[in-house]
């Protein structure tokens, strides 16, 4: 029996998190932590800060949720801000540890990280990210099929979909131990007003997070018909909106697996209640991706090495950045973002379409603000999705330009949306 490290990461939740439960189970103390990394708060790419306030608002409030879980099982949460590796070096050393334990990340960053404390202290890292694990997939992640439906059709009724981990009853952590949490002030951000035209209000925390399950399939039992309104742009029931919740691991994608699996049994099972694990094999399929390629999802070129478009001039970005366009719909998603941090899967779509094949900008631009404003930022998703677009990813088409005459009649023709955001 010893002392051991759980280092937080994108998994801020008890339930379902087969490290954390290890950990618990493997030592007689557990010191939870979680590092704000200071390249979060201090980079810029493309002089875009990398972290804005709606995201690491939502943050703040999920840590401050799992700070509340952990104490109700007998520990607390370390907050510290700084370089990852050498904060939790630093904590290993200092209290005698014998182990970290960690969840594994996809991204190049993260997992460079990973290599790195490797080198420095014991740890051992646990799979927990996607819907299917990675070591249930019937290929290695070198042979990952280039293309996102042979993807799918290798793994949906092949591959089983792990149970639920039971949280940890108790957790014993040295008396003391646990820090408070620094306001968004603190951290140089102005607190984000809210807007009354927001399609939610987000709060982060695993509690929300099951509690927008609950209503999402239980309550209002919207998940029915989540793929006809699924593209919606107004109101808070038109998609399930559990994004912000994955992104930092407050719910996971088995969470919400089980209980659509339940839904069907006890609800209704159809092409809606299966949509909805069809977008997460869409996460997984990404984050699978980011893991494969490393740093190539993050260049211009993406992972094909092959751009499909003439970049032009970047002088006219903060006019996309800052919804003056004068394109309604374009302009219409971009004040919404900005305005709450939120934008739908549509929107974003043809916010990113309209930089690409319009204005002719580099896409990772875009990106880059997205990574900023989005509270539902992952770069897995977030930078798949733009490479796909841009017809540097995974696409087999070679990219998409949206006609947004077609998009305006199809998914707003009384414009009722654009009028709300103009």
């Not at 029915?224 to 719910?251: E, H």
């Not at 919400?256 to 869409?282: A, D, G, H, R």
Request: include cysteine; charged fraction near 25%; proline fraction near 4%.
């Amino acid at each position: 029996m010893s002392r051991a490290i759980y280092w937080f990461r994108n998994d801020l939740r008890l339930e379902d998190n087969e490290g954390l439960t290890k950990a618990a189970s493997e030592n007689r103390e557990v010191l939870p932590v979680y590092v704000l990394d200071s390249r979060w708060l201090e980079g810029k790419q493309f002089g875009i800060d990398r972290t804005g306030p709606f995201r690491m608002k939502f943050l703040l409030e999920s840590l401050k949720d799992l700070k509340s879980q952990l104490q109700s099982v007998g520990s607390d949460l370390l907050f510290l801000i700084g370089n990852p590796v050498e904060q939790i070096t630093s904590v290993y050393r200092q209290h005698n540890c014998s182990r970290v334990y960690a969840q594994e990340l996809s991204s190049y960053e993260e997992h460079t990280d990973e290599l790195t404390l490797s080198s420095n202290v014991s740890v051992e890292f646990i799979w927990g990210e996607t819907l299917y694990h990675k070591e249930d997939l019937s290929f290695t992640l070198a042979d990952l099929p280039g293309v996102f439906t042979q993807f799918r059709k290798s793994v949906e009724k092949k591959v089983q979909i792990r149970p639920l981990v039971e949280a940890p009853l108790q957790i014993n952590s040295p008396q003391g131990f646990g820090t408070d949490f620094p306001g968004l002030e603190e951290l140089g951000y102005d607190c984000p007003q809210p807007d009354e035209r927001t399609v939610l209000d987000f709060r982060g925390g695993s509690k929300t997070a099951l509690q927008r399950l609950d209503y999402y399939l239980w309550e209002r039992e919207l998940l029915s018909t989540y793929k006809n309104t699924r593209n919606g742009f107004i109101g808070g029931d038109y998609s399930s909106k559990f994004s912000p919740w994955l992104a930092v691991g407050a719910i996971s994608p088995r969470q919400i697996y089980w209980q659509v699996k339940k839904y069907e049994k006890y609800v209704k099972k159809n092409s809606s209640t299966y949509w909805l694990v069809f977008e997460l094999l869409w996460r997984d399929y990404f984050h699978f991706v980011a893991r494969k390629y490393g740093k190539l999802i993050f260049q211009r070129s993406g992972i094909t090495g092959e751009e499909k478009i003439q970049w032009g001039s970047a002088q006219h970005f903060d006019l996309w950045a800052n919804g003056l366009t004068r394109e309604p719909l374009v302009d219409a998603n971009m004040r919404e973002l900005n305005a709450t941090g939120f934008m739908s899967n549509r929107g974003r779509q043809i916010v990113a379409s309209y930089l690409m094949h319009t204005m002719k900008i580099d896409w990772r631009l875009g990106a880059a603000y997205f990574e900023k404003m989005l509270i539902d930022y992952d770069p897995c998703s977030n930078y798949g999705n733009w490479m796909y677009i841009a017809g540097v990813g995974n696409d087999p088409r070679g990219g998409r330009e949206f006609n947004l005459s077609h998009q305006k009649e199809s998914y707003d023709p009384q414009g009722k949306y654009q009028e709300l955001w103009a």
